[in-house]
């Protein structure tokens, strides 16, 4: 029997003078392991730092605890501004995940110094759309990072 999840999740469009930052995953997503233990759905995907709205949490709280917890970067909700949103259904073997995905975008005026956490592997600056050519990611991120540069 497929198990059937709904998650809202935050990501922000981190930027400064390097481009837009994307986070290489290390780890298959969490609601996909706890369904099905051996999944790799996710792992070696590029995506925004962002994650999980947590109970109790609006969107941008959400955002701003993620990007602390992921890379290290402090900023305020009032710097955040709301840049898109989309839907999209990801099927593992045994588990099947629609997101919803409020995506925010924060400006840093200095260099950001990225401190990836373990759910992580790297991190790269892109500056332009030709940048994501090539990067393995989820479609509709790929559209909405297109579309902000």
Known sequence: MMTKIQRTLASVIVRSGSGALLLKRAQPYAEFIKHDPSTQLGMGLWELPG????????????????????????????????????????????????????????????????????????????????????LKMIDEIRKVVVASF
Not at 94 to 112: D, F, G, L, Q, T
């Open 51 to 134: 994650g999980g709205v947590e109970f109790g949490e609006t969107p941008q709280e959400a955002v701003v605890r993620e990007a602390s917890e992921e890379i290290g970067l402090l900023f305020d909700q009032k710097d955040i501004k709301l840049t898109d949103c989309c839907a999209y259904t990801l099927k593992g073997s045994k588990c099947e995940s629609h997101r919803i995905h409020v995506v925010y975008e924060v400006n840093m005026n200095a260099p950001v110094q990225v401190l990836l956490s373990k759910e992580h592997v790297a991190h790269v600056w892109a500056r332009d759309a030709d940048a994501l050519q090539g």
